[in-house]
């Protein structure tokens, strides 16, 4: 299994600029979550998904969409990035929300 | 509000020396608690997970323990090694499916 896999692993844009962030996971688990991580906040949660068709926001989403159209695939799209979404951000997996969860490697975005 | 504390941010340790890394989190109504390692640049490595209903959870060289009713865990890291040297994080969750983590504790095992 490849486990829990993020693309791009880095990635440049300007302010205004959208992109999609992928994230897949092999392990057919029904609940997936995206971070982002600032130096000195630790981890906040920006959406997550429970199942196929189903997202919910987490703690700081606005500026990011997501959308949950099979198990497997769980993308980030910002919309018009902007400086304060410089960060890195991660993708995560479980078989719940209850449940052990593992992460993929992470991208970083530079938002300029 | 519900939030998870990792003191101290740094800690450097000599090879060979067990260690304990600390988490507290102020409400004691959890779900369960995860630690992690992060290495350099790299995502997070799940280390252990316990149970609310649970004391400890081992894993080799690693021992958690969970205290709820003082808001405290711990991970205890038997004879460190250079490969230990990462920061540690805790992540919380308070029986809403969203975790909360702490900021870290960033280790280094000198040589």
């Known amino acids: 299994n490849a486990g829990v896999t993020q693309t791009p692993k880095f990635q440049v844009l300007k302010t205004g600029q959208s992109m999609t962030l992928q994230c897949a996971q092999d392990?057919?688990?029904?609940?997936m979550s995206w971070y982002r991580q600032d130096p000195g906040m630790g981890l906040r949660l920006i959406h997550y998904s429970v199942g196929a068709g189903i997202t919910d926001q987490g703690e700081v989403p606005n500026g990011y969409n997501v959308s949950r159209s099979t198990t497997e695939d769980f993308p980030l799209r910002l919309l018009s990035a902007a400086p304060s979404q410089t960060s890195v951000y991660f993708c995560?997996?479980?078989?719940?929300?209850?449940?052990?969860?593992?992460f993929g490697p992470g991208t970083r975005l530079t938002v300029l | 509000k519900q939030e998870v504390t990792q003191i101290p941010a740094a800690l450097s340790v000599p090879e060979g020396e067990n260690l304990v890394l600390n988490c507290s989190f102020t409400?004691?109504?959890?779900?369960?608690l995860q630690w992690f390692r992060q290495d350099p640049g790299k995502g997070l490595t799940s280390l252990l997970l316990?149970?609310?209903?649970?004391r400890e959870q081992t894993s080799g060289r690693l021992n958690a323990s969970l205290d709820k009713s003082s808001g405290r865990s711990t991970l205890y890291i038997a004879a460190s090694q250079p490969g230990d040297s990462a920061t540690y994080l805790c992540?919380?969750?308070?029986?809403?499916?969203?975790?909360?983590f702490g900021t870290g504790t960033r280790l280094t095992i000198i040589p």
């Open positions: 995560a997996s479980g078989q719940g929300g209850n449940n052990e969860q593992f």
């Open positions: 992540a919380v969750r308070f029986g809403n499916e969203k975790l909360t």
């Open positions: 392990m057919n688990h029904e609940y």
């Open positions: 316990i149970q609310s209903s649970q």
């Open positions: 409400d004691s109504a959890i779900y369960n």
